[in-house]
């Protein structure tokens, strides 16, 4: 995990489209507001932190229920850094080892891999340097495990949806160039969590998108 954190935070300045200077570990993202309001972080609420209310996950980072995860392009280059290494988002670039999207022989991406992809994005915004032994943010408070948790469960309960389709098969060409597979997804059988009030906020909003087209 800590080698891909390393990895990300190497390229986050061209992903996010900021000096990559804010994304080195030790550096005080406190004092970068333009950082930390993608994530709609306010101090000393990091316990209630919810991660629909993180600007970075809509287009131009405006807030609306409706278009939730519709600014994919950050996501699907921060799991294919997870899966296809750092280099890969420089195409004329050559990594020495194979990518784990080629050891792993994915084709698609799972809920639990976007939902990762979302936890490092929030990570990677936030001033927190490192996480204590339950997923907690060390700065922040922030527990990442739930937002994990939070994310794997919308788009494990909406994959049908056709706002979550589109935008996972815009994820899945972009990370892997098209050739997309649909993949046995074995979340489901776990996916039956408390689901929080964000959560059915944001699926209702989906659901009356869905009654007015």
């Known amino acids: ?20 200077e804010y994304f080195m570990s030790k550096y ?33 980072n405006v807030i609306n229920e409706k278009r939730v995860f519709k600014n994919w392009m950050v996501l699907a ?10 280099m890969s988002l420089f ?10 999207a080629k050891i792993w022989q994915l084709t698609s991406c799972t809920p639990g891999l976007i939902a990762f992809g ?3 994005i929030i990570f990677i915004l936030s001033p927190d340097q490192e996480f204590s032994g339950d997923g907690i943010g060390a700065i922040l408070l922030i527990s990442y495990h739930s937002v994990f948790r ?6 494990v309960v909406k994959r049908g949806h056709e706002h979550v389709k589109n935008i996972v098969q815009q994820i899945n060409d972009y990370i892997f160039d098209g050739t ?13 969590e408390d689901i929080t009030d964000s959560l059915d906020r944001v699926m209702a909003a989906l659901d009356a998108e869905s009654d007015s087209d």
């Open 28 to 60: 005080d993202r406190k004092s970068v507001p333009q950082v930390t309001d993608l994530i709609g972080w306010e101090a000393g609420k990091g316990k209630v932190f919810d991660v629909f209310k993180a600007p970075i996950l809509y287009p131009d």
């Open 180 to 192: 997309t597979k649909t993949q046995p997804d074995c979340s489901l059988d776990t996916a039956v």
């Open 1 to 20: 995990r800590s080698s891909f954190i390393n990895g990300l935070r190497s390229v986050a300045g061209s992903i996010f489209n900021m000096p990559n």
């Open 91 to 100: 195409p004329k670039a050559r990594s020495g080892l194979p990518p784990y």
């Open 150 to 155: 939070t994310v794997k469960k919308f788009f």
């Open 77 to 86: 280059k921060v799991v294919k850094v997870a899966v296809c290494g750092k």
């Open 118 to 120: 979302v936890t490092s």
